[in-house]
């Protein structure tokens, strides 16, 4: 199966009504191996989970992500060992693992040889936050011809016209930025995110996932209520950054994906 | 005419950033079309330039230097002589202007040496705006007298704690805001960098320095000059030296910060040891390791220390048509000193990177040729620094 079939697969049960959680974890935090049994235990509760890969300068990441993202950078995590892990991931489960990545790792590695080998170690899709659609062409064909997909992101400020064109780019899903703002922890969602994505579903057709500000089970029933899934992340970050023992933080990561999931349901 | 519609030049530049301020890029390049060439717009531009900031600058004949130095004779464009002391406040008037006419209350900005910093706390004063700036920790270490002014002139200094805690960080961290802001907030960028439409704003508004230079070399001497020189950072007193040139073929030359010298991992020499890649918005160079994160530049000057240098600047010398130069932390001290002693003026130490390396070249050249050197700013923010560096003993390079 390649990984846009994956990622659409997915979204199958969407007629049913069937609602989707999604899982952020950052790669390396606090070091590789640990953050394997993180990713394996999430893998249990939530139908597709998202990597993030650290980057020294991440700007559409808030406090809780760039801390993260220091810590697996002062481990020495490096990118090859972060496909290893990907790869060992793959054969334990077939539900969808997208990476979440900043354009220049992409770049540094080169384009052909970062495609390649996340497409050899299964992984299905990747998010590059800032990588708009207008210049994503190239990137976008290159993926495609390995199986790889590619999610645009839509914020309450695009413009419908902005957000027909990211949805035609878009394999899967389209991600729904909830708010104008990084990506955090926040107590209430924006005022203006049923109409956004009222708007949003005038647009298109694709299944609308929403992230950035999600915390807790209360924003997912919300969230799940108006749109097709919730994506999580600073919260999980920052829950397994506060605890102190790996299998307490399971157990914890554990519970608390599961009462986000079934909010989602 | 350069960039395209999409902001390229040649590969470089473009716009990679969050969606969410996408529509506020398009906006800022819908209405800076519009007024760009609004008569009323740029007549309240030049009068501002005029009457506010005093230009135009003069263009210096440095007379006991440049005979110090026997060789060519040194020409500085005094863009320390514009209010606030240094050429940030071209662009800063500029960008104030059109973030007033799209209706914005509130300006960000980032600042390294605190330079732009305080030309958009000026203006945000002048235009009665709400102003914070972002600013490294260890640049308001260094820099606190510009902290300081920013502060008098009511604008919020928020320190930026994150990552190398300079220029870089603070860059960052305003794009942070703004994308959170976006709606009321102006994010009034300080150099020819960042997403389409900046670095053609920023070069536009800083085109003045070169236009002026221009006419005065043509009006005083009857010719053009033989060499233009500017340091190199971001980029924007340098794009707006040369940009008026590029049609005429003179030499032009960049310089970077060399800091403890380019084979040593302390200095901010993208352009001469950084490779093609995206920060901030745009595709240019840039120093960063093969795994893609960004690497700590350093440079004396804290005005110079950034990883990144403004997409066109790229453009320009892979085309061939800018020469880059290097120049360390200690040559720069060197002329800055030189300056202050043959001619009475301080330099920034930004600035005195252009002067180091016109001190270089000028033996080499005949009394009848003519350097023009973009002295960007004025040296008082760093004399502190400066004295604290000559009371130690040798730094090891």
């Known amino acids: 199966?390649?990984?846009?079939?994956?990622?659409?697969?997915?979204f199958t049960g969407r007629a049913a009504r069937k609602k989707c959680l999604a899982a952020f974890l950052t790669a390396g935090d606090p070091d590789l191996t640990v953050s394997e049994t993180y990713c394996r235990a999430a893998l249990q509760h939530v139908d597709l989970l998202e990597i993030?890969?650290?980057?020294?300068?991440?700007?559409?990441?808030?406090?809780?992500?760039q801390a993260a993202y220091k810590r697996t950078l002062s481990a020495g995590t490096r990118l090859g060992d972060i496909f290893a892990m990907a790869q060992r991931l793959r054969t334990t489960t077939e539900k969808p693992i997208l990476f979440m990545v900043y354009l220049n790792i992409i770049l540094q590695r080169g384009l052909v040889r970062f495609l390649q080998e996340a497409a050899d170690s299964g992984v299905d899709g990747l998010i590059v936050p800032d990588?708009?659609?207008?210049?994503?062409?190239?990137?976008?064909?290159?993926?495609?011809?390995?199986?790889?997909?590619?999610?645009?992101?839509v914020a309450p400020t695009s413009t419908d016209e902005r957000i027909k064109l990211a949805a035609v780019k878009s394999?899967?899903?389209?991600?729904?930025?909830?708010?104008?703002?990084?990506?955090?922890?926040?107590?209430?969602?924006?005022?203006?995110?049923?109409?956004?994505?009222?708007?949003?579903r005038t647009s298109t057709d694709l299944p609308l996932m929403?992230?950035?500000?999600?915390?807790?089970?209360?924003?997912?029933?919300?969230?799940?209520?108006?749109?097709?899934?919730?994506?999580?992340?600073?919260?999980?970050?920052?829950?397994?950054?506060?605890?102190?023992?790996?299998?307490?933080?399971?157990?914890?990561?554990?519970?608390?994906?599961?009462?986000?999931?079934?909010?989602?349901? | 005419m350069l960039p395209d519609s999409n902001g390229h030049f040649g590969v470089f530049g473009g716009r990679f950033v969050p969606e969410t301020v996408i529509p506020a890029l398009e906006e800022l390049a819908t209405a800076y079309e519009r007024y760009r060439e609004d008569p009323a717009f740029c007549r309240e531009f030049q009068d501002l330039c005029a009457s506010y900031s005093g230009r135009p600058t003069p263009l210096y004949h440095a007379k006991r230097l440049s005979a110090e130095l026997g060789g060519a004779q040194i020409l500085l464009k005094r863009e320390d002589l514009n209010h606030t002391g240094a050429h940030k406040i071209n662009n800063a008037l500029g960008q104030m202007l059109l973030a007033k006419r799209m209706g914005k209350r509130r300006l960000i900005a980032e600042t390294g040496a605190g330079q732009h910093g305080v030309a958009t706390a000026t203006v945000a004063a002048l235009a009665g705006m709400e102003c914070v700036i972002y600013m490294g920790e260890v640049d308001i270490a260094r820099q606190s007298l510009n902290v300081f002014r920013m502060q008098l002139l009511g604008a919020e200094v928020r320190p930026v704690a994150s990552g190398s805690r300079?220029?870089?960080?603070?860059?960052?961290?305003?794009?942070?805001?703004?994308?959170?802001n976006v709606d009321e907030t102006y994010y009034l960028i300080g150099t020819a960098a960042g997403p389409h439409p900046y670095p053609r704003i920023v070069r536009d508004f800083q085109a003045v320095i070169g236009r002026e230079t221009r006419e005065q070399c043509?009006?005083?001497?009857?010719?053009?000059?033989?060499?233009v020189i500017a340091c190199i950072g971001g980029g924007s007193n340098a794009i707006g030296t040369f940009y008026p040139f590029l049609a005429d073929g003179v030499p032009l030359i960049g310089v970077e910060a060399g800091g403890k010298g380019i084979d040593t991992p302390w200095h901010a020499a993208s352009l001469t040891k950084g490779r093609p890649g995206v920060l901030h918005g745009f595709y240019s160079y840039l120093l960063c390791d093969e795994e893609g994160q960004v690497q700590e530049a350093h440079s004396i000057s804290a005005g110079l220390d950034y990883p990144g240098v403004g997409p066109e600047l790229s453009y320009l010398r892979d085309s061939g048509r800018l020469e880059v130069r290097t120049v360390t932390d200690r040559e720069a001290l060197a002329a800055f000193s030189l300056l202050s002693r043959t001619e009475g003026i301080i330099p920034a130490l930004e600035s005195s990177?252009?002067?180091?390396?016109?001190?270089?070249?000028a033996p080499k050249l005949a009394p009848s040729q003519r350097i023009v050197v973009c002295l960007s700013g004025r040296g008082d923010k760093d004399v502190q620094a400066v004295a604290g560096m000559e009371g130690k003993s040798d730094d090891g390079d």
């Not at chain 1, 199966?1 to 997915?10: D, K, Y």
């Not at chain 1, 210049?135 to 645009?152: N, P, S, T, W, Y």
């Not at chain 2, 990177?353 to 070249?361: C, D, F, M």
Request: glycine share 10%.
């Open chain 1, 210 to 265: 929403v992230g950035f500000g999600i915390s807790g089970p209360e924003q997912v029933r919300q969230v799940t209520a108006i749109a097709d899934g919730a994506i999580v992340g600073s919260a999980l970050v920052k829950l397994l950054a506060e605890g102190e023992d790996r299998d307490e933080n399971l157990r914890k990561l554990g519970e608390f994906l599961s009462a986000l999931k079934k909010a989602a349901e």
């Open chain 1, 1 to 10: 199966m390649t990984g846009i079939e994956r990622i659409n697969n997915c």
């Open chain 1, 52 to 65: 993030g890969l650290p980057f020294s300068d991440p700007m559409a990441d808030g406090p809780v992500i």
């Open chain 2, 353 to 361: 990177h252009a002067l180091a390396e016109a001190i270089k070249i």
């Open chain 2, 166 to 180: 300079t220029l870089k960080d603070a860059l960052t961290e305003a794009i942070r805001d703004w994308v959170t």
């Open chain 2, 218 to 227: 043509l009006s005083e001497y009857g010719a053009l000059p033989d060499l």
């Open chain 1, 171 to 200: 394999t899967g899903f389209l991600y729904c930025v909830s708010l104008r703002g990084v990506t955090g922890v926040r107590t209430k969602l924006g005022t203006d995110l049923p109409e956004f994505i009222q708007r949003v």
């Open chain 1, 131 to 153: 990588l708009p659609p207008e210049e994503a062409d190239e990137i976008l064909g290159m993926a495609h011809q390995r199986g790889l997909g590619l999610v645009f992101l």
